[in-house]
């Protein structure tokens, strides 16, 4: 029996500095480095995955940090915001940390459901970090500064912004699993039912909004799990099916990946859990070497003559 689409995979957004995207996602928000590569199209920029403590799907941020890359547009046809998990009783830990670090944020607000913090990564990309009453078992990374009972745990949800709502929802529910489990106002709630974490999408009509523009401090793509190949190559054709401008299956070397633009103008990728991080490293290791495809390696030297310094 197909199991379908499982939540979120990874979402994968644009940085400037990669620098400065580095030290705030490992340093300030104390995420894992799972891996550290290159661009496969543009192999002279990182791309940056950061993770939990085992590098999970539905835990996974990516960044391609382009020096000098314009600002983006927030707007209609985008992912407008990224959410993480935390226990209920984090909410203190992470005002102080933001205070500290001089992170632009908002009090905590929501529901006896959830508590919500909104911030803004240095390039404005638009984060969340969400108290809530469900189970999550996912463990986080812990840090120096950060107690793993503290740590984010992954994705609780995103939020894409689109001038109409309906037939985005309608791929959702038909084609993805998920079902609708709330609206307030413009927002509407889905949840996909095959699986307990990263499955939440919100979705906000914004008939008059202005289009986004993708480029620096916004998201790429979003991606949805599945479980394997054959999972994937079932769902492409389900997709195909319904006229939609489907990609080939391509090999991104931690994941197999499809692409298509959904209706409202959000580029949607479905990714394989397998073969995963520790492809080419050990689970104690991940992210402490640069890696490369096969077909880069014979440039590895030109290759990190280019790269900006880390550490």
């Known amino acids: 029996m197909s199991t379908g689409i499982l939540g979120i995979h990874h979402i994968t957004a644009i940085a400037g500095n990669a620098k400065r995207n580095f030290e705030f996602y490992t340093k300030v928000l104390g995420l894992r480095l799972v891996k550290k590569t290159v661009n496969f199209d543009d192999p002279g920029t990182y791309h940056f995955y950061f993770g939990n403590e085992k590098g999970e799907p539905g835990t996974i941020l990516t960044f391609f940090p382009w020096k000098g890359v ?18 209920q009783d984090s ?26 913090i909104v911030f803004l990564d240095p390039d404005g990309l638009k984060l969340e970090i969400v108290a809530h009453s469900g189970n ?3 463990v986080g990374w812990a840090t120096d500064e950060i107690p793993s009972e503290y740590a984010l745990k992954g994705f609780y949800n995103a939020t894409l912004t689109l001038e109409g709502y309906e037939v985005t929802a309608n791929l959702l529910t038909d084609i993805f699993g998920y079902e609708l489990v709330g609206e307030s106002g413009n927002r509407f709630r889905f949840m996909n039912k095959n699986i307990d974490t990263a ?22 793509h979003i ?26 299956q391509l ?60 550490n």
């Open 70 to 87: 314009p600002k983006g547009r927030v707007g209609a046809g985008q992912v407008t915001s990224t959410s993480y998990s935390i226990t």
């Open 91 to 116: 909410v203190p830990f992470w005002l102080e940390r933001l205070d500290n670090y001089d992170v632009l944020h908002n009090n905590k607000s929501g529901n006896l459901d959830e508590e919500v």
């Open 136 to 138: 999550d078992p996912r």
């Open 199 to 220: 499955n939440i999408l919100d979705l906000v009509c914004l008939p008059s909004g202005q289009r986004g523009r993708v480029a620096g401090g916004s998201v790429h």
């Open 223 to 248: 991606a949805f799990r599945v479980a394997d190949e054959g999972e994937q190559l079932i769902m492409r054709e389900k997709l195909v099916e319904r006229g939609f401008n489907t990609t080939p």
């Open 251 to 310: 090999d991104r070397n931690y994941f197999k990946s499809v692409y298509f633009r959904e209706p409202g103008g959000v580029l949607f990728e479905i990714a394989t859990d397998p073969p995963g991080f520790i492809v080419d490293e050990t689970q104690e290791n991940l992210g402490s070497q640069l890696k490369l495809p096969g077909w880069l390696e014979p440039r590895r030297d030109d290759i990190e003559a280019v790269l900006p310094e880390l």
